[in-house]
């Protein structure tokens, strides 16, 4: 008959190898990479710059930028659980928490003061030439915002002129190949189509300071339970703010190569767009703040109402969440 060996001490070795083996594959297991979706928007590009330096992993919070060359393709993506998080601008994520598909916003990307353009070809030199025109736009309710400020403010009424949505990917294209008079778009495109193709700037964003946003949005389950990830991705982010303003000429020709745009394209297009840094984007989240997100939020959710993007008001408390920001040091 064997003896079995059951002494008390080689129970608990065994237990301890155990327990250690089970705490080294939690340590030491890499999570999943947190997807972040992107268009070609000027503003998103310091996540393409922290990819490119390493920042994310000098931060230790693996990451995948996935670019998408149409907003719509994006926030499609959003709403099917493929991205945990998508750059959009505020209006987009208003839409899409306005849906149904929830989320929180912990980062305020940019304010855009002149990047978001209508521009002519270079026979029209004013929104008041439109009348009758073709319009290109992408159907977002920025384009549509932007389009609207701007017939608004020379008197022109929308069923005046033609509309034609073209996806982003194409914006180029067709006003290269004249298929349109006048292009709702947005940099690194218009900058583009200013200086190679003797496009005529007629409105921007720096005619509406301050009412067109960008920001970072997770879906709200992502954002439970991974509120270490998304500390390091914000941390990252600042890194790649700093880096931009310690070394613009590196920072700009990484994000070019990346992007396959020249680097005085990319340079033009930063100019049109304002990038709070972590402290101003702290001030934002503040409701005790004289300027403050909540309070730049309802132009944005009263144009939504009347134009039936949205059923009912979003809370803004409910939507912005200062946690995580608040816990970065400078």
Same mark, same amino acid.
Request: glycine fraction near 6%.
């Given at each position: ?37 992107i ?29 998408? /060359? ?21 209006d ?19 304010f ?15 929104? /008041? ?13 920025v ?6 400020? /701007? ?93 931009l ?23 033009a ?62």
């Amino acid at each position: 008959m064997t003896k079995k060996f059951t002494h008390p001490y080689f129970i608990l070795f065994f237990f301890c190898l155990l327990t250690a083996t089970a705490l080294w594959v939690f340590l030491v297991q890499p999570t999943r990479p947190t997807i972040i979706g992107i268009n070609s928007w000027t503003g998103y590009d310091p996540l393409l710059l922290a990819d490119e330096k390493n920042l994310f992993a000098d931060n230790n919070v693996p990451v995948t930028i996935r670019p998408f /060359a149409s907003t719509a393709d994006e926030i499609e993506a959003f709403k099917r659980g493929e991205i945990d998080a998508a750059g959009v601008t505020l209006d987009e994520a208003f839409s899409i928490i306005g849906a149904g598909f929830l989320g929180k916003i912990v980062l305020i990307v940019d304010f855009s003061q002149g990047g978001d353009m209508i521009v002519g070809q270079k026979n029209i030199h004013s929104i /008041a030439e439109l009348t009758g025109k073709r319009i290109g736009y992408e159907g977002t309710m920025v384009g549509e915002f932007l389009l609207q400020r /701007a017939l608004q403010n020379s008197f022109i009424k929308q069923k005046s002129i033609q509309l034609i949505n073209i996806s982003a990917e194409n914006w180029l294209s067709s006003f290269i190949n004249n298929e349109v008079d006048a292009l709702v778009c947005f940099n690194p495109v218009s900058s583009i189509l200013l200086t190679q193709h003797s496009a005529k700037l007629l409105f921007s964003s720096n005619d509406i300071p301050f009412e067109i946003i960008d920001v970072l949005l997770f879906s709200e389950d992502y954002y439970h339970t991974n509120k270490p990830q998304i500390k390091k991705i914000l941390q990252s982010w600042f890194d790649a703010i700093a880096l931009l303003n310690t070394d613009l000429d590196a920072s700009a020709s990484l994000i070019a190569h990346r992007k396959g745009i020249q680097i005085e394209t990319y340079k033009a297009g930063i100019t049109g767009l304002h990038a709070p840094k972590l402290k101003e984007n702290q001030q934002l989240f503040q409701l005790s703040s004289q300027e403050n997100i909540h309070k730049y939020s309802q132009n944005i959710i009263d144009f939504m109402l009347t134009k039936g993007s949205l059923n009912t008001r979003i809370s803004t408390l409910d939507v912005f969440d200062a946690e995580i920001i608040n816990e970065l040091k400078k």
